[in-house]
């Protein structure tokens, strides 16, 4: 069994209402639990419910270095964010709004009218696991984040 089980990196896709363009973060040492399975709904029958628990280990400050190795972001609160005019140096977790994807996709920020049907489907039609934020919760006695993705 391995010693370090966070290990996989991740990007974080957060939505800033204000400039409606999307900002990246890359997230390293993330340890992820996928659990693939179906569940039935009134409406459309059996949907496919792939969900991924992805445990973010953060500083005491709630802070995380990026895979540079220099850049430092501060986690805020998704209305915090929402009013940032600058959001450099921010990350949040805003449950049905901001998504992340396997790997490191960092990129420059993505003006979301560029996509006819938004940047979110445009990754989701192009990306697999493309993991829609349902919840987000913050742990202080070993620092962390546990982030449900669906």
Do not use: C
């Not at 290990?7 to 939505?15: D, K, M, S």
């Not at 929402?82 to 996709?105: I, K, S, Y």
């Not at 009218?113 to 493309?130: C, I, K, R, T, W």
């Amino acid at each position: 069994m391995s010693q370090d089980l966070h290990q996989e990196t991740i990007t974080l896709f957060n939505h800033h209402p204000k400039t409606d363009k999307w900002y990246s973060t890359a997230l390293t040492g993330v340890h992820l639990e996928l659990a693939r399975g179906a569940a039935p709904s009134v409406n459309a029958g059996i949907v496919k419910g792939d969900d991924i628990l992805a445990i973010l280990p953060v500083s005491t400050g709630k802070t995380i270095t990026e895979p540079d190795g220099e850049t430092v972001r501060q986690y805020v609160r998704p209305k915090e964010y929402d009013a940032l005019e600058d959001t450099a140096g921010h990350f949040t977790f805003h449950p049905q709004r901001d998504f992340f994807v396997m790997g490191n996709q960092a990129t420059e920020p993505v003006d979301d009218d560029d996509y006819d049907e938004g940047f979110y489907h445009a990754m989701n039609d192009s990306l697999d696991e493309v993991y829609m934020i349902e919840s987000a919760s913050y742990f202080n006695l070993i620092p962390h984040f546990e982030i449900v993705g669906r």
